[in-house]
């Protein structure tokens, strides 16, 4: 399964950017897919997680602020991200499971920088 992100950019504090992370290759409905955000200096971090079925999960700071979403139709998986704030600046990734107990497959990333 090949995942390409789209979306990121440069905002201001407090506005509002929607990623999209667009699967092929793959049986999409089938995989849990998450988003990820990494920023300089750190872990990579999950923050968010949409089964096939559009069960969500969210974690850490995006909690209310972050929307993951998916559209089987379009094999494609978004992140709604409102209010954003400096310290969202990252790369953020998304990645899909076929729960094997590993994320098995990865976007190359999207820059998304706030300034303040």
């Known amino acids: 399964v090949l995942l390409v992100e789209s979306g990121g950019g440069l905002v201001q504090a407090g506005g509002s950017l929607r990623l999209s992370c667009a699967a092929s290759g793959g049986m999409f409905n089938l995989l849990l897919m998450g988003w990820f955000h990494q920023a300089p200096g750190k872990e990579r971090e999950l923050i968010a997680t949409?089964?096939?079925?559009?069960?969500?999960d969210y974690r850490g700071p995006g909690q209310g602020r972050f929307t993951i979403s998916r559209d089987n139709a379009k094999n494609t998986v978004y992140l709604q991200m409102n209010s954003l704030r400096p310290e969202d600046t990252a790369v953020y990734l998304c990645?899909?499971?076929?729960?094997?107990?590993?994320?098995?497959?990865w976007g190359q990333g999207t820059q998304v920088t706030v300034s303040s």
């Open positions: 990645a899909g499971t076929e729960l094997t107990g590993e994320w098995d497959y």
């Open positions: 949409i089964t096939g079925k559009g069960w969500t």
